[in-house]
């Protein structure tokens, strides 16, 4: 059931067409004017294209946000008038939750996987490793989803939780240095470091496609992996005493 309930509930995700533009097209035109302004220049630093790095942070900063995916069906399902439909289905709600999870996370990586074969085909991007390229894409996914899923679960005013999900991507964007440098020191050293998502992800991805920093890599996935494990205990405590 929780198969079959999630291939309606993709159908219905591939209609959201507001959500798709912001998800898909937004870092799709993004990507491809910044990678023409970047052309064939190479970051010494890391012996990468710059389109390579705008590729990953791009591409991983708006899975940041698919976890709005979650936050909706979770809400329009089971938080509003039709919670008394679900209630009928034949099987039990905390299964619909899970199956709405399951297809965000998907959705939300098959999204980045789109936008990860255009870089390749369009501008050549070597993503090297798929283990890592695909595990850092895979790791940030998951975590936003989990972090979506506590918001609308433990914030029971649904705008406040839209807004701390907003706060939770840009916060992250901004940790990782994406726009500006932070201060100097070794507390925003860390937080810039493995005090985020985008960061944990970058680095995971930068690893697959220089071959470098391996050690630093699979530290990165463990800390999103442990912190994603937290998630689902928060969110399985959460959603007993809310949806039951």
Do not use: C
């Amino acid at each position: 059931m929780v198969l079959r309930s999630s291939y309606f509930i993709l159908r219905r995700m591939m209609r959201e067409y507001v959500s798709l533009s912001i998800l898909l097209l937004t870092p799709l035109a993004l990507i491809t004017v910044l990678g023409l302004i970047a052309d064939d220049a190479v970051n010494e630093a890391t012996g990468l294209l710059y389109k390579a790095h705008v590729s990953v942070t791009l591409i991983l900063a708006f899975q940041l946000f698919g976890g709005f995916y979650t936050m909706e069906f979770i809400r329009n399902d089971l938080f509003t008038a039709k919670r008394w439909r679900m209630h009928a289905l034949p099987y039990h709600v905390s299964s619909h939750a899970f199956s709405i999870v399951l297809t965000s996370t998907i959705f939300s990586i098959l999204q980045g996987l789109v936008l990860m074969m255009y870089t390749y085909f369009v501008y050549g991007v070597d993503w090297g490793n798929p283990f890592f390229a695909l595990g850092g894409l895979a790791a940030v996914a998951v975590f936003s989803q989990l972090v979506f899923l506590n918001l609308v679960l433990g914030v029971k005013n649904y705008k406040t939780a839209e807004r701390a999900g907003t706060t939770f991507g840009f916060l992250s964007i901004i940790l990782a240095e994406t726009w500006f440098s932070l201060p100097d020191q070794r507390f925003f050293t860390f937080l810039s470091t493995y005090g985020n998502p985008l960061s944990l992800g970058e680095t995971i991805m930068h690893a697959g496609m220089h071959g470098e920093n391996i050690q630093q890599a699979f530290i990165s996935l463990a800390i999103l992996i442990g912190m994603a494990a937290i998630l689902i205990v928060l969110a399985w405590n959460t959603g007993r005493r809310r949806i039951g």
